[in-house]
Structure formats: C-alpha cells, structure tokens
Nanobody, 124 residues
Framework: QLQLVESGGGSVQTGGSLRLSCAAS????????MAWFRQAPGKEREGVAS???????AYAESVNGRFIISQDNAENTLYLHMTKLKPEDTAMYYC??????????????????WGQGTQVTVSS
C-alpha cells in the first residue's frame, strides 16, 4: 500500500517562502493523482493544489500565482513551492493521492491515501 510522508513545514514571516515535500513509498508517476490540502484550526480541510496522472495542475484561487505543485518522478516526491506567504496560509498541510485520474476540484473525498501532515505557520 502506498504511504506518504510530508516534510518541510516550519515558521516563516509574511512574504517568506517554504518548500513542502511529500515522499511516496513507491512510484506514483502516471499512476496516482496527487494533491496538497490544508486545514487550519476550526476550519474544514481545503484543497490547495493538485496534479493529475497526465501532469495537469490546478490551484485554489487563494494560492494561485503564489504556490506551485511539482513532481520529481525519479525520487517519487511531490513538492509544494510556496512563496509570498500570508498569515492566512497558516495550517497543517497534507499530501494526498488516489489511483488514476481525478478532476481538478480537489475534493478531500476523492483521495484515499493521506500523509500525516506538516505544520506551516506564517507570522505577521
């Protein structure tokens, strides 16, 4: 069974950057659609960015132009490059996967493999 392990979270100031990593236990290239989600205290889990098995990417409106999702297929690693961070980006960030293709809607219910999360805190 596929396992996902996130890393790279931390504390930064407004305007800073972070790169999150999600290491997969086996090859996901063209086999799994992948995504990043986040959940702030007291809020529902929301989609941030996704990449499907064809390499098409999609972003939540709140991060579009600031975050980039990418894959290193040789390393079986998914990344989330985050720039121009804002306090409202503070949340636990989760990597998720599902076999096959899913649409760009980034619905948590569409993904069935989850990592344990990595905390991102942005201070003003």
């Amino acid at each position: 069974q596929l396992q996902l392990v996130e890393s790279g979270g931390g504390s930064v100031q407004t305007g800073g950057s972070l790169r999150l990593s999600c290491a997969a236990s086996r090859d996901t290239y063209r086999r799994y659609s992948m995504a990043w989600f986040r959940q702030a205290p007291g809020k529902e889990r929301e989609g941030v960015a996704s990449i499907d098995i064809y390499g098409s990417t999609a972003y939540a409106e709140s991060v579009n132009g600031r975050f980039i999702i990418s894959q290193d297929n040789a390393e079986n690693t998914l990344y989330l490059h985050m720039t121009k961070l804002k306090p409202e980006d503070t949340a636990m960030y989760y990597c998720a996967a599902v076999p096959g293709w899913v649409g760009p809607g980034q619905l948590p219910s569409e993904y069935n493999v989850w990592g344990q999360g990595t905390q991102v805190t942005v201070s003003s």
